[in-house]
């Protein structure tokens, strides 16, 4: 029995999230274990870095299987992608150890929120970014961005259905990057509760409309409060970009997508 990892690119737009759910309901994770029940010629079940939201994307999805099938990493790659629909993507295979797992060997996860930001609704990148009209000031955004920084508890960020035994949650990274009309909200944490980044994105672009001062991020947090934050932002701007993992996995690395971003911004 061998342990195989993947590394799965998806457009979440057309699915209920990553995880199985009852028949007949579209999710990415049962596209992935039926393509690779076909190559494996028995049933495959997958387990992955994170599970992302109905709409959600992702660039940097990591998951592994367990299968005595005989194949290459080439057969697993190829022969998975001439199954899945052209919206899924396995963008590398590889042999991993044992013990390896792809969620609870993670101790990060990387996510990217896209905004257009624009008086205009974009029409070529309609379910890929979320739009916001307003304009954005990013150095507002910036200042209140840094009140989350480190470990808190991230109640007033954290969706009502979350399963997370903790709302403690770790933030190594909280960035603002902008680019012409795209502005990113790039965020890394050991973990994240549900709706997190959306959540924390929705705050921050208040923040940046000018419709709330800086310094009221921190009031949200300190109020552990989901009721006292901004609404959650739009699924479909936000995209699983990176998980990490300790380097004697060796697993193979790529740029931070979506691809289609400037490459300064792609490479992280």
Same mark, same amino acid.
């Given at each position: ?17 990553? &995880? $199985? &759910? ?48 005989? =194949?290459?990493?080439?057969?697993? &790659? ?42 205009? =609704? ?43 035994? $903790?709302?403690? @949650? ?30 924390? $994105? ?5 923040? +940046?409309?000018?419709? @709330? ?5 921190? $009031? ?21 970009? +990176? ?26």
């Amino acid at each position: 029995m061998a342990r195989i990892a993947l590394g799965i690119e998806y457009n979440g737009n057309r699915y209920r999230g990553w &995880q $199985t &759910q009852q028949e007949g309901v579209p999710t990415v994770q049962l596209e992935v274990e039926q393509a690779l029940a076909k190559v494996a010629d028995h049933p495959v079940t997958v387990i992955c870095a994170g599970r992302t939201d109905a709409g959600v994307h992702g660039c940097g999805q990591v998951i592994h299987f367990d299968s005595d099938a005989e =194949r290459s990493m080439r057969a697993w &790659q190829f022969g998975g992608n001439s199954n899945l629909p052209k919206d899924i993507s396995i963008r590398w295979a590889a042999p991993v150890a044992d013990d390896f797992h792809a969620r609870f060997s993670a101790f990060s996860r990387r996510y990217r929120y896209v905004i257009y930001n624009h008086p205009i =609704r974009p029409a070529l990148l309609a379910d890929q970014v979320s739009w916001q009209f307003l304009p954005l000031d990013v150095s507002l955004m910036r200042e209140g961005a840094r009140h989350l920084l480190g470990e808190h508890d991230f109640s007033s960020f954290r969706g009502i259905y979350c399963q997370s035994k $903790t709302p403690m @949650k770790t933030l190594h990274r909280l960035e603002i990057f902008q680019r012409g009309n795209l502005i990113v909200v790039e965020a890394e944490a050991n973990a994240f509760l549900m709706h997190m980044v959306r959540n924390i $994105t929705g705050t921050l672009m208040a923040v +940046g409309t000018g419709k @709330k001062p800086p310094e009221w991020v921190k $009031t949200v947090l300190e109020a552990r409060n989901r009721s006292v934050a901004a609404p959650t932002a739009p699924p479909f701007g936000l995209y699983l970009v +990176g998980i990490g993992y300790p380097e004697r996995f060796q697993l193979p690395q790529e740029p931070y997508g979506p691809a289609w971003l400037p490459e300064d911004l792609a490479e992280g």
